[in-house]
């Protein structure tokens, strides 16, 4: 909980303070050395999308952040090497969930995300 405080989208971190309480189990993967050589991230996503389709829920992922239950990003926690690449966002402006795809280098898309608006030049989803 301390660590979205004051993150946003204001509307994306109301919803996952309320989400997190109701949580009863947190999967840990640890990414090791490996991961990295050959096809060492199939593994990976091998067995996030197997706990993921057998159980729900949401992800977090270091220098990402926190998905809704979608799979789609909520709060704005990427780090300096994930910007550039174009991603799926979602917003909740009206109690639905609005999914997207932006650039994170786009300083203006970043704006509008952060404000709880579907940026100008989103494709949506």
């Given at each position: 909980m301390e660590e979205i405080q004051g993150d946003q989208p204001t509307s994306g971190a109301e919803w996952l303070r309320n989400y997190l309480p109701k949580a009863t189990v947190i999967y840990v993967l640890q990414l090791l050395d490996?991961?990295?050589?050959?096809?060492?991230?199939?593994?990976?996503?091998s067995v996030q999308n197997r706990l993921w389709d057998r159980c729900g829920g949401i992800l977090q992922a270091d220098l990402e952040g926190f998905t809704n239950d979608g799979g789609y990003h909520i709060l704005w926690q990427f780090g300096k090497t994930q910007l550039g690449n174009g991603r799926w966002l979602s917003l909740l402006p009206d109690g639905k969930w609005q999914a997207f795809e932006m650039m994170l280098d786009n300083p203006e898309q970043k704006k509008a995300f952060l404000d709880g608006r579907v940026p100008p030049g989103a494709i949506l989803i």
């Open positions: 490996g991961t990295d050589v050959n096809d060492g991230w199939a593994g990976v996503h």
